[in-house]
């Protein structure tokens, strides 16, 4: 056989795969290295700390895992959360993360390793990327060759649509969930080759892994049963698939349901009911043939199409009877919301509000996949060509996550494993042919052809068979391009031919290294609580308003404050400031969203009330109108008012905020509710002194604040941060006189009181 | 009471045994000049005693302290004057029916009849002023009160004695005038001048310790005062210090808990009014906005954050280590500032950490095998008293014939052990418990050990021994096939 470059010869077979094989492990410890690597800019440039909101309460919960002991946190009621209902913590979280940094911080400490319970946690998601690659790597594996699986392992590792959620310091579920999310996958396609009933229960064990660390684990619960249904409709109906499959979902079912978040939602939500069906259609078809193996085919035709029709009957029947009736919960908004994408903004505007639940924009698919996403169609065919049970998988998993990436931003997560997979498929096809040395054959010598060949780079002998079937496929298309079907080798010739496409795809390769770098330190790896600028020799200047805010409200304000802000700060509030809310971004409870919209967006007269009711003592806001900061309070004030429109249509009216023309001002022309509202007063008080008489300017909206600012007479100033960020308030109590407090500081400011009005402002607030 | 005994316990060496008191005749005062330096946190007192001895061989002076000064001092030191070495000084109970306590000071050398000698107390008093008005908005200014007595106690009779009350600025609001004082001058019994307020001079005072005197003429003086410095307090502090043979290393942390002690903040903070102070250079006494410590020199990986992440605010600048011996050493200067200034009132805790080089401050005694290391007890953050600090000492692991010598005795200190960084058996700890440190306090604790060559070794070992035991075991599992039945490959195909 000849080869374009000559190659060793006498190196026997068990070196080959000795070597290989550590190679293999050398590139997995290489690629586990650089996924954590890349990870770390956020710590290098900023700090180990805790990033943006989710975050700092699941980095509260672990501290009082780790302080308290298992059981603590299992009870654990935190009654400064929503603050005065209180939140049941360890029945409404998802508790897997927390464990999870639990048992490794025991662990350490357990082999004398002091390390700080926020290092096990900041360093937790880099961490677990590493096992990502490896699971990642294992899951390829089964759909093509190690070599396929070394390329998918990278992939993962750097791509920036995985990063985004699992830099350092982002700890929230995410972090642990893709690993678990590819490791159930590839321990459900290992149960399903094999039909081993000890693969079903492993991916039992990590589903429910999977249910106690994320939301998302539906996923899971919906792709198993589909991939099970395609394949029966397929007619690929087998042993073990039934075995796998029964395995997984009984054991995943009974254990998901002992995480107390989820409790009885699998049997009675409408959401679990797809696997339910589809377990109880394997029975029915393990039945059937059963049943066949034991009666006529004529009998078992009538007998199939009878039982078919009556129990499809049937089943939907009680399906709807059971949905009527309330024992199975009707589909949620948020699921609504992924099929209607208006949907969200029309009827729960909280939902909407958040930005990760946005629809995707196309550019968002190139600046977190790269040249992969070109790749991953050109996957999913050559997956198309070999068309195993598990390339079905893939190819639903592929559909599925395409359609919901493009619906939910924050989708793009589940996406990005499916992506790096295909891409790797289709990318170590064409290096299988192009890196293969094996000249073509001569004509007389075609049948060669069909041999397995040595595979190239890696050599791997597992592979080698699916190589040699890549190798074809290219070679088909090669030989359709030049519709001569004749009996000319298929192939490629001479070194420089493969010299320039390996040129070409290794010049890709570096491209996605350098984008993936630089999309991950210049756009994910911020912690969003420390803002970085520069200063004017170049040297960053860091910005940390929101940390001086709430360190100054942990230290300096009684233990028992109650601090309103809006929901998105908080988890922040909480974990940093230790202090009580009234929301965070556990978002439960719409009403009482709705009532801090609505004391933010009336009067200070109508607001009052509301506050004292609520025992608020200080409220907070966020005001980047001084730097320049976009992503401030005022920004979001359309949202408080739309919120609190839903629950109080009659008080608050969106249009009121605009100016006649339909313009968002905050200037002097900015209409009379804008300029009332308890936002717009705390956000500029004082604002325009700043400029001394000057042309106050909002830097965000580039408008130029009145001098005249607003007055407040139901709150003071009681911080105000060094940029002027975090602007916090203190509630003033009731005029001992029994004055409403407007008149009271009338009368403190030495001004004289207007006739006839006496009577009608006497009247105490309650 | 108890923390009377605290305070007295604090200040004297617990072995010395109350020794029967002196005679009142055997000395006579020739002049007691008193000097109060009034401060904020910290008021130092200086009394200088001009003795003569009436008795041969005189050879223990006894000074009287009323209560109240014994509990607010922290540091008290008899020196004779020009001289550096401190008297011995020790408790010997009070005089019949009085508040006050008797300290008994031991000359050097005996004093023959007429010869004459001048010893210096210095003291050193924390928590002795106020501030008045309790309340300051954020542009007004500081003032604080000090209260103290009149007379120097003293159970000898006193020729002259005069109390002299200085204070950093002229503006001294108000103080007291002392009343039936006739019996000692005919002139005015206080003056002023400048920022020093005179009592005295009070001539032919009697033996004063004694009940009599004290109730007909002792009396409390009262000054009000103007101060443009902070008074700040540290409520809290934990130092920690570690000492790693492997790493030449000596890390020192504080967690420190700080307080403003001066007035109140009446009303709010408005951050308008304080850039605009700032910004003209006129900010207000009573806040913080920065404190400068004086850190040794030679330090690496400093560190500064508090209870929610790193501090980025603050700025070092480091002083190379010194050759030792040398005189002028310089030290690095940490200019710290907190998240945000601290005003009246307000609390702010954070912890500060550094490495140094571990030769800077140890030495090896080849003659007994022994290091000896030098840990000062605290850091001095300007102008301030430390309540309550804790200090511990972490020794390499396997350190044994510790032993350590306190510049001053602690409120208590214990040995035990601390488990860290892979620690088989653990390292020895000793802490060190101490209450109103000041300035005067910055002296280092001497512990000196020997570490055997194996426990150098212990460490490596345990690691290795758990790491090759891993591996023997993953040979093991890889060699052993623990399958009941083989089965066939896998199909690939369906």
Redesign the interface.
């Known amino acids: 056989m000849s080869t374009a470059p000559p190659l060793p010869q006498n190196i026997s077979a068990s070196t080959v795969a000795n070597t290989t094989s550590l190679l293999r492990i050398l590139a997995l410890g290489l690629i586990s290295a650089a996924a954590i690597a890349s990870r770390l800019f956020a710590v290098i440039n900023f700090?180990?700390?805790i990033h943006e909101f989710d975050p700092w309460f699941n980095y509260r919960a672990t501290r009082v895992l780790a302080a308290k002991g298992f059981y603590e946190f299992w009870n654990w009621f935190d009654p400064t959360a929503w603050y005065p209902l209180g939140r049941v913590v360890g029945g409404t979280v998802y508790p897997g993360l927390m464990a999870t940094s639990g048992v490794i911080y025991n662990f350490l400490h357990y082999?004398?390793?002091?390390v700080d319970i926020r290092n096990v946690c900041v360093l937790l998601a880099p961490g677990f990327s590493a096992l990502t690659a490896w699971a990642t790597y294992m899951f390829t594996k089964e759909m093509k060759d190690p070599s396929a699986g070394l390329l998918a392992a990278a992939f993962i590792g750097i791509v920036p649509g995985y990063i985004s959620r699992s830099v350092a310091g982002s700890y929230d579920n995410e972090a642990i969930a893709i690993f678990l999310l590819m490791f159930t996958f590839y321990l459900w396609i290992a149960a399903l080759?094999?039909?081993s009933a000890l693969f079903g229960t492993l991916a039992a064990v990590f589903y429910f892994y999977m249910v106690a660390a994320w939301g998302g684990y539906a996923f899971i619960t919906n792709m198993i049963p589909i991939h099970a249904l395609v394949l029966l409709l397929m007619g690929?109906y087998?042993g073990r698939l039934y075995v796998a499959y029964c395995s997984w979902y009984a054991i995943g079912t009974l254990s998901s349901m002992q995480v107390p978040f989820v409790g009885f939602q699998p049997v009675r939500t409408s959401e679990h009911m797809g696997a339910l069906g589809v377990f109880g259609l394997l029975q029915i078809v393990a039945f059937a043939t059963l049943v066949r193996s034991h009666v006529s085919s004529k009998q078992f035709q009538n007998l199939t199409a009878i039982s078919v029709v009556s129990l499809g009957l049937l089943g939907a029947l009680a399906f709807i009877v059971m949905t009527y009736k309330g024992w199975i919960a009707p589909w949620t908004g948020r699921f609504y919301s992924l099929w209607d994408t208006g949907y969200a903004k029309k009827y729960i505007p909280i939902i909407a509000s958040v930005s990760e639940h946005q629809p995707t924009a196309w550019p968002s698919f190139f600046m977190d996949l790269q040249f992969l996403i070109f790749l991953f169609p050109a996957g999913v065919v050559m997956c198309f060509r070999d068309l195993?049970?598990e390339h079905v998988f893939v190819i639903i998993y592929a559909l599925v996550a395409s359609y919901f990436a493009g619906v939910m931003v924050r989708l793009m997560l589940t996406l990005t494993p499916v992506v790096c997979v295909s891409a790797a498929v289709a990318l170590s096809s064409l290096l299988d042919t192009y890196v293969d040395v094996k000249e073509p054959s001569l004509p007389d010598a075609t049948e060669a052809d069909k041999k397995p060949a040595s595979s190239g780079a890696v050599g791997s002998h597992a592979g080698t068979?699916a190589a040699a079937v890549a190798s074809s496929t290219i070679s088909d298309i090669f030989n359709a391009a030049k519709s001569t079907k004749t009996s000319k080798p298929k192939g490629i010739w001479g070194t420089d031919a493969r010299i320039v496409i390996l040129l070409n795809a290794i010049g890709m390769l570096v491209f996605f290294v350098f984008h993936c770098t630089w999309v991950t330190s210049s756009a994910y790896s911020s912690p969003s609580v420390?803002l970085a600028s520069q200063n004017p020799d170049g040297s960053q200047h860091?910005i940390?308003d929101y940390?001086?805010a709430?360190?100054?409200l942990?230290?300096?304000t009684p233990q028992d404050a109650v601090v309103m802000s809006w929901w998105d700060y908080g988890y922040q509030i909480a974990?940093?400031a230790d202090r009580g809310t009234l929301v965070d971004n556990n978002t439960w409870n719409n009403t009482h969203i709705a009532t801090v919209g609505k004391a933010m967006s009336s009067t200070e007269e109508v607001a009052y009330p509301i506050l004292r009711k609520h025992d608020v003592d200080y409220v907070l806001v966020i005001f980047g109108g001084l730097l320049g900061y976009s992503g401030d309070d005022i920004n979001k004030f359309l949202w408080m008012v739309r919120i609190a429109q839903g629950v109080w249509p009659d008080e608050i009216q969106e249009p009121n905020y605009f100016t006649p023309q339909g313009e968002y001002r905050v200037d002097d022309r900015a209409s009379d509710s804008m300029k009332n509202s308890l936002m717009y007063k705390m956000s500029y008080y004082?604002f325009s002194?700043?400029y001394g008489g000057g042309n106050a300017l909002d830097r965000v909206r580039n408008q130029h604040i009145p001098k005249v600012g607003p007055t407040l007479d139901y709150l003071?100033?009681?911080?105000?941060?060094?940029n002027?960020i975090v602007r916090i308030y203190?509630v003033r109590k009731e005029d001992p006189l029994g004055r409403d407090l407007k008149t009271a500081n009338a009368f403190a400011q030495g001004k004289k009181r207007k006739r006839g009005r006496v009577g009608s402002r006497r009247r105490a607030i309650v | 009471m108890l923390r009377l005994w605290d305070a007295i316990f604090c200040l004297l060496l617990a072995s010395a045994a109350p020794v029967l008191s002196a005679s009142t005749r055997s000395f006579e005062n020739s002049a007691i000049v008193r000097t109060i330096d009034l401060g904020g946190s910290l008021v130092h007192v200086t009394t200088t005693f001009a003795i003569k001895a009436l008795e041969k061989d005189a050879k223990e002076y006894t000074i009287t302290l009323p209560e109240d000064e014994i509990l607010n001092t922290s540091w008290l030191e008899v020196k004779v004057k020009g001289k550096q070495q401190p008297l011995t000084v020790s408790y010997s109970g009070s005089p019949a029916g009085s508040k006050s306590y008797n300290l008994d000071v031991i000359l050097e050398e005996p004093l023959d009849v007429g010869a004459t000698l001048n010893l210096v107390l210095e003291t050193v008093q924390t928590h002795a002023t106020r501030p008045w008005p309790e309340k300051a908005a954020q542009g007004e200014e500081q003032s604080l009160k000090y209260q103290t007595f009149l007379f120097v106690l003293s159970p000898y009779k006193t020729n002259v004695q005069r109390t002299k009350v200085k204070s950093s600025s002229p503006r001294i609001i108000s103080y007291t005038t002392p009343e039936r004082v006739e019996d000692f001058t005919l002139e005015n019994p206080v003056t002023k001048s400048g920022a020093t307020v005179t009592y005295g001079p009070y001539n032919n005072v009697p033996s004063s310790s004694t009940q009599a005197f004290v109730e007909k003429y002792q009396q409390p003086v009262e000054l009000h005062y103007n101060y443009d410095y902070p008074v700040l307090q540290v409520l809290k502090l934990r130092r920690a210090a570690e000492i790693s043979h492997w790493g030449a290393n000596i890390n020192i942390q504080d967690d420190i808990t700080l307080h403003n002690a001066g007035p109140e903040l009446n009303?709010?903070?408005?951050?308008?009014e304080h850039?605009t102070q700032s910004f003209y250079g006129r900010g207000a006494p009573h806040v913080v906005p920065m404190v400068t410590i004086h850190l040794p020199a030679g330090i690496r990986n400093t560190y500064y954050y508090?209870?929610?992440?790193?501090?980025?605010?603050s700025r070092l600048r480091v002083a190379p280590s010194a050759a030792r011996g040398q005189k002028n050493v310089q030290s690095s200067v940490l200019e710290l500032k907190p998240?945000?200034p601290i005003m009246g009132?307000?609390?702010?805790?954070y912890t500060l950490g550094w490495d140094a080089p571990l030769g800077d401050s140890a030495n090896y005694d080849a003659k007994t095998g022994k290091y000896i290391v030098s840990v000062p007890v605290m850091t001095e953050i300007p102008g301030s008293v430390v309540n309550d600090a804790e200090i511990s000492i972490i020794l390499p692991e396997g350190a044994i014939d510790v032993d350590y010598v306190a510049p001053f005795p602690s409120v208590s200190n214990e040995v035990s052990t601390h488990?860290?960084?892979?620690?088989t058996i653990g390292r020895p700890l000793i802490t060190f418990k101490y209450k109103n440190l000041t300035n005067r306090h910055t002296k280092p604790i001497y512990v000196s050990y020997r570490v055997p060559i194996s426990a150098h070794f212990r460490k490596p070992l345990a690691v290795a021994t758990v790491l090759l035991s891993l591996f023997t075991f993953a040979m093991v599992v890889r060699r052993v096939d623990l399958t009941i039945h083989k089965t066939a490959a896998?199909t690939?195909?369906?």
Not at chain 1, 111 to 114: D, E, S, T, Y
């Open positions: 700090e180990s700390i082999f004398n390793l002091p080759k094999q039909g690929r087998s195993r049970d068979s420390v860091i940390d940390r001086e709430y360190y100054w942990r230290m300096n974990g940093m004082r002194e700043l003071e100033e009681a911080f105000t941060t060094e002027w203190k | 009303g709010h903070f408005s951050r308008l850039q508090d209870q929610i992440g790193n501090v980025s605010t998240r945000y009132g307000w609390n702010y805790t488990v860290t960084y892979l620690d896998p690939k195909k369906m």
